[in-house]
């Protein structure tokens, strides 16, 4: 049964740097692109970034482009979002997600990933 634990969340002020971090177990984890998401308050989950299973691909969303990196590391099972440059609109729950299948493409639709982690939140204050 495949598990993902994010964690790396918290309050933080805008300007300032969070990295993410998302654990994943029950499953071959380097064969699996990686996304990440994140969902504000009566707002719809959006795409923030994904990873290849590589890790030689990465794309982003055009509001964390140059700010947010995607980087994984699949001895250790764990996928990772540096988020830099905070800002208060960047305030959501963030969620890590494991692709469905086996393509090597980064996903940016959420229903091309299978399994969920609970999310972290991050609230970023002005």
């Known amino acids: 049964q495949v598990q993902l634990v994010e964690s790396g969340g918290g309050l933080v002020q805008a300007g300032v740097s969070l990295r993410l971090s998302c654990a994943a177990s029950g499953r071959l984890f380097s064969i699996y692109g990686m996304g990440w998401f994140r969902q504000a308050p009566g707002k719809e989950r959006e795409f923030v970034g994904g990873i290849s299973r590589s890790g030689s691909s990465t794309y982003y969303s055009d509001s964390v482009k140059g700010r947010f990196t995607i980087s994984r590391d699949n001895a250790k099972n764990v996928v990772y979002l540096q988020m830099n440059s905070l800002r208060p609109e960047d305030t959501a729950v963030y969620y890590c997600?494991?692709?469905?299948?086996?393509?090597?493409?980064?996903?940016?639709?959420?229903?091309?990933?299978?399994?969920w982690g609970q999310g972290t939140q991050v609230t970023v204050s002005s």
């Open positions: 997600a494991e692709r469905a299948s086996l393509g090597d493409n980064v996903a940016v639709v959420g229903t091309e990933y299978r399994y």
